[in-house]
């Protein structure tokens, strides 16, 4: 009977990445500016510990330096070069259900293969849900909430630290390539040498019309190809956005007329990009010291939840991602405990043979892709208050996940083992509470900043919408 009664909150959303509306219900929400809280929000353990304790075990990363702390520099990993470069290749709005999961759909056959030679986390979560915000706080190791942004639905991040500024200040040749033109003001070149946007794209805040892969692979294989980098060690990033709505038809390809026909359709036009540059990665003289890892900045709805595209919400459809790494004498094989983006800047970090730097809450994979045992541990995905859409937050722990609305005020928790479709929360009984305590003990230790342009006139308001209206 309790999981009859779904409030409006949750309500399913016509979603978009930009403009729809944002939720019908829930009051404009001004993020309470720098609570303070305990140290480690991110410090969370998958071992059995009393609710709402954050466990000592499998402690995910340290938030906030002490004074006089000193970072020691990790011992290389076995089989890491000791000059070794890092390639990250994120594919906007990439499920997690691709043919190396089981997808029946042979949609992506070059990355299919490349997974067969990964290190592969099979429960990676983005750190939001939407490219804004995930993004945000993968670049910075840090949940969004807690960075320094506009609070427009396209947010523009100040002076937060991005791990590219670190790989910079240490002379590692700091290169990325973006598709669509939100990259170009939103404060993600922070920290690199060599910034560009994929030429010709055009700027539409509802959807994406640009056709980029080819364009993109050209653009990395010329900044790739730099025989300077055959002497440097770089970080390189391209974030390709095909699949990406709208979903466009490419010649050969055809899987059927509906909206998931056609993202297959752009995925695999995306696969064939990301394969050729592959190919040319594989034929320079660094390619043996260089680590490839691949992931997405969110999913993707087809209306499991009623909604479609990505962004407003934290189902699983649009947070559980890829995430592969395939690193020189790195056995390949499968990390089932759950990661998450906001992991990565640590893990390149340490790639580089850098100390993680302590406001980073992430901890770094590179020991599991080594082959060390694996460990369980929570994830928060945080979806801060936009201009266009209230706060979402999720705990996933070990089968179950907690999602709560705006301030927290409406939670639910799913048994991801026999509910894998989010249908039936209960908001009852120990294991509710339990869940609930957990969360709370972390969510007070998110030390959240309120946007510095969108106030609490704006939050949750789909301000853009209305101007747009006035106008
Ligand atoms: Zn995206």
């Given amino acids: 009977m309790r999981r009859l009664a779904l409030p409006a909150i949750f309500a399913t959303l016509a979603a978009s990445c930009s403009k ?12 309470s500016s720098a609570a303070a809280g305990p140290a480690a929000h991110a410090a969370t353990s998958g071992s059995p510990s009393p609710a709402g304790a954050r466990g000592s075990a499998g402690a995910t990363g340290v938030v906030g ?5 000193v970072p020691a520099r990790p011992p290389t990993p076995p089989g890491l070069p000791k000059d070794s470069n890092v390639i990250l290749l994120s594919i906007d709005s990439l499920r997690a259900d691709m043919p190396w999961n089981g997808y029946p759909r042979p949609i992506a056959p070059r990355l299919t293969d490349l997974e067969k030679r990964a290190v592969t986390f099979t429960h990676a979560y983005s750190v939001s849900s939407y490219t804004s915000m995930s993004l945000g706080g993968l670049l910075a190791g840090r949940l969004p909430s807690e960075l ?21 200040q240490n002379a590692i040749r700091t290169m990325g390539v973006m598709a669509h033109m939100y990259f170009k003001t939103a404060g993600f070149d922070y920290g690199f040498d060599d910034w560009r946007l994929v030429p010709g794209i055009t700027f539409d805040p509802n959807t994406d019309r640009d056709i980029t892969s080819p364009a993109h692979e050209k653009v990395s294989e010329e900044m790739l190809g730099d025989p300077a980098n055959d002497s440097r060690r770089f970080f390189f990033w391209a974030h390709f956005l095909d699949p990406h709505d709208l979903y466009q038809r490419h010649d ?18 995306t696969d064939q990009y990301v394969g050729k540059l592959l190919d040319f990665i ?39 991602v890829p995430l592969m790494i395939i690193a020189p004498g790195a056995k390949p094989r499968h990390v089932e ?6 992991d990565l800047a640590p893990t390149i970090l340490e790639l580089f043979g850098l100390s993680s730097e302590p406001s980073f809450e992430g901890k770094s994979l590179v020991g599991e892709v080594y082959g060390a045992p694996d460990e369980e541990r929570d994830v928060i995905v945080d979806l801060p208050t936009t201009s266009d859409s209230g706060r979402r937050r999720a705990l996933l722990h070990q089968n179950e996940k907690l999602i709560c609305a705006d301030n927290d005020n409406a939670c639910r928790v799913y048994d991801l083992t026999a509910d894998p479709g989010e249908k039936a929360p209960y908001i009852h009984g120990s294991a509710y509470v339990d869940m609930k305590a957990r969360y709370d003990a972390v969510a007070e230790t998110i030390k959240e900043v309120a946007p510095y342009a969108c106030g609490a006139d704006c939050l949750n ?4 919408t209305k101007k747009d209206e006035a106008q």
Avoid at 252 to 269: C, H, K, S, T
């Fill in 20 to 31: 729809d509306p944002p939720p019908p219900v829930g009051s404009p929400v001004t993020p």
């Fill in 337 to 342: 405990p759950m990661r998450s983006g906001i």
């Fill in 252 to 269: 050969g390809i055809d899987w059927g007329p509906n909206p998931r026909d056609r993202y297959d359709g752009e995925v695999q036009f």
């Fill in 65 to 69: 330096a002490a004074a006089g702390w």
């Fill in 148 to 168: 320094i942004r506009s609070g427009w639905f396209f947010g523009t991040y100040k002076n937060d630290l991005f791990f590219p500024k670190l790989l910079q």
């Fill in 282 to 320: 594989a034929a320079r003289s660094w390619a043996a010291r260089t680590v490839i890892i691949v992931t997405a900045d969110h999913g993707e709805e087809f209306g499991e939840h009623g909604m479609t595209r990505h962004g407003f919400e934290v189902w699983e459809t649009l947070v559980h």
């Fill in 461 to 464: 308001t789909a301000y853009r």
